[in-house]
Nanobody, 119 residues
Framework: QVQLVESGGGLVQAGGSLRLSCAASGSIDSINTMMGWYRQAPGKQRELVATTTTGNTNYADSVKGRFTISRDNAKNTVYLQMNSLKPEDTAVYYC?????????????WGQGTQVTVSS
């Protein structure tokens, strides 16, 4: 089992910054796990924000140039630095981890952290 715990959400004014963290624990491949951030705004479907595997990152067009995903494999932690925040970034942000460990596939979600951007 893989457990994910997010932190760092909150209320910020437009143009401000926040940094989200997601700490993973349990049976996880620290090097090869794909980790990412998704978000879900009220009344909308959950959407990809950014993902990272070792040596590769991927961003939604709406956040390119403003958000940066990074990871610390030694700590099994992924971060999302969010700059120049806009009201449309308001959503619950979820951490996700996907990979293989001991021949067993895992795909796990965190509990989510609220990000609210005021205009």
């Amino acid at each position: 089992q893989v457990q994910l715990v997010e932190s760092g959400g909150g209320l910020v004014q437009a143009g401000g910054s926040l940094r989200l963290s997601c700490a993973a624990s349990g049976s996880i491949d620290s090097i090869n796990t794909m980790m990412g951030w998704y978000r879900q705004a009220p009344g909308k479907q959950r959407e990809l924000v950014a993902t990272t595997t070792t040596g590769n990152t991927n961003y939604a067009d709406s956040v390119k140039g403003r958000f940066t995903i990074s990871r610390d494999n030694a700590k099994n932690t992924v971060y999302l630095q969010m700059n120049s925040l806009k009201p449309e970034d308001t959503a619950v942000y979820y951490c996700h981890a996907e990979g293989w460990y001991g021949g067993i596939y895992y795909s796990n979600w965190g509990q989510g952290t609220q990000v609210t951007v005021s205009s």
